[in-house]
């Protein structure tokens, strides 16, 4: 058995990111009002409509997962108390319940965990405090909350912009900006929520800035052309895109569900987990499962290039070859060549910038061997009892690995971010 330790500190970069986020936040919402207000004055109440559609979508989603998040780790040991030291705005006495259960009824359930980790931030890097455990803990919530409202909103937002600017035929220069920004702030955040799971795998050597480059670039020549080519086909049938969607979407959602997903801790919660996977398949590829990743990627893939060809090649004969003679060429080339780019950099990542697993003798001996559990248990607190959080094998092979079980000391392992470390053994693979 060896010994390790594994304390997520929080730093100065940290709150910032914290900082950032909340702003971000605010400043969408309040864009995503104005876009909302520019359509229902133009007389564009459809458009106003949908777009006002997905931002309900999306902020009940992200509600659902905070609400659900918020009842599991109130019966966590030593949660209570420490969200409540000092931090009244988002975790405190079991008797706030309801007000938190209001609070989330009212759609700001992920505003004030915005509001808490800046908090519990604050009182950790400024004033020197205790609790940068919890303050990560916080954090990492946050990036999957983010993650999920980026593919929850923003994505569907961009398709509608894009749809928008080829059914008028005409896009002002703002409009062009506001589409190149939206699709880089997406595989942005897939970068950084990526980064924020690496946390959760000491084996692994840490993400430099070059490789998390590399990786912004594939997600962003790989989710561009796809929400490009669905805009396409919209333009063309906008009543067949619902069709589409509605057709592959259950689809993912039953093969999340094949795959064996544990995520939450109820089956309901379990099952809203699902359905938004199935909407971030919809756009872009993500590893919810341990084993055989890379059999699930090329499918995911394979059909994805099947699925865009078939969405360019209905835009290609159903266009009004007149209006369209400007850009048409251009695209039916450049969206295939963009995708082929992505996974050309995907491949380029994993053979040369993706962070490898360190794993000592004993370790290798145990793989070796076939035993099932590895342990790493972090010397002991005094006073501190312990407990166990789960941390799947990493699985850099397609075949299973054994599960690494972390034992942390006392009110470290109490806040051990259990859902987000079995997703980061899932997702960095």
Excluded at 32 to 37: C, G, N, R
Excluded at 295 to 311: A, Q, V
Excluded at 315 to 325: N, S
Excluded at 410 to 424: C, D, E
Aim: glycine residues 6%; aromatic residues 18%; hydrophobic residues 45%.
């Amino acid at each position: 058995m060896e010994n390790a330790t594994f304390h997520p500190t929080y730093t100065w970069l940290d709150f910032v990111f914290s900082v950032i986020g909340v702003c971000t936040f605010l400043f969408d919402v309040v864009s995503d009002l104005w876009v909302a207000k520019e359509f229902y004055i133009h007389g564009d109440f459809m458009w106003f409509g949908v777009l006002v559609g997905f931002m309900l979508m999306s902020s009940v989603v992200v509600q659902l997962f905070s609400w659900f998040w918020l009842k599991y780790d109130r019966h966590l040991s030593d949660f209570e108390s420490q969200a409540s030291s000092g931090n009244t705005v988002l975790f405190s006495e079991a008797r706030r319940l309801k007000l938190l259960l209001l609070l989330h009824l009212c759609h700001l359930g992920y505003f004030i965990r915005h509001v808490s980790a800046i908090w519990q931030g604050f009182r950790v890097w400024w004033r020197g405090e205790c609790g940068s455990e919890f303050a990560v803990y916080l954090t990492h919530d946050l990036s999957m909350l983010r993650l999920i409202e980026t593919f929850c909103e923003s994505a569907p937002q961009l398709t509608l912009m894009m749809y928008i600017i080829l059914r008028n035929n005409h896009a002002r220069i703002v409009q062009c900006v506001s589409v190149v920004a939206s699709t880089t702030s997406i595989a942005w955040m897939v970068v950084d929520y990526h980064r924020s799971l690496r946390s959760f795998l000491p084996d692994k050597d840490k993400q430099g800035w070059l490789s998390s480059l590399v990786y912004f670039f594939w997600n962003l020549f790989l989710i561009g052309p796809r929400v490009a080519a669905i805009a396409l086909f919209a333009s063309v049938g906008p009543s067949y895109i619902v069709a589409h969607f509605l057709f592959l979407w259950p689809s993912f959602v039953i093969w999340a569900w094949r795959q064996g997903t544990d995520f939450m801790d109820s089956i309901g919660g379990e099952w809203l987990y699902r359905a938004t996977i199935g909407l971030i398949w919809y756009f872009s590829w993500f590893n919810v499962a341990e084993g055989h990743t890379r059999s699930r990627s090329s499918i995911y893939h394979t059909f994805i290039i099947t699925d865009t060809g078939i969405l360019l090649a209905t835009w290609w004969f159903y266009r009004d070859a007149e209006t369209t003679q400007s850009y048409a060429i251009s695209l039916i080339i450049s969206i295939p060549l963009c995708y082929v780019l992505g996974l050309m950099i995907k491949v380029l990542y994993y053979c040369c910038f993706h962070p490898k697993l360190w794993r000592s003798a004993n370790f290798r001996k145990c793989l070796e061997g076939g035993e099932p559990h590895v342990f790493l248990q972090a010397d002991g607190a005094s006073g501190g009892g312990e407990t166990d959080s789960v941390l799947q094998g990493d699985g850099d092979s397609d075949g299973v690995t054994p599960h690494i079980v972390i034992q942390a000391s006392g009110a470290s392992s109490q806040r051990f971010n259990k859902r987000m470390s079995q997703h980061a053994a899932n997702f960095y693979k």
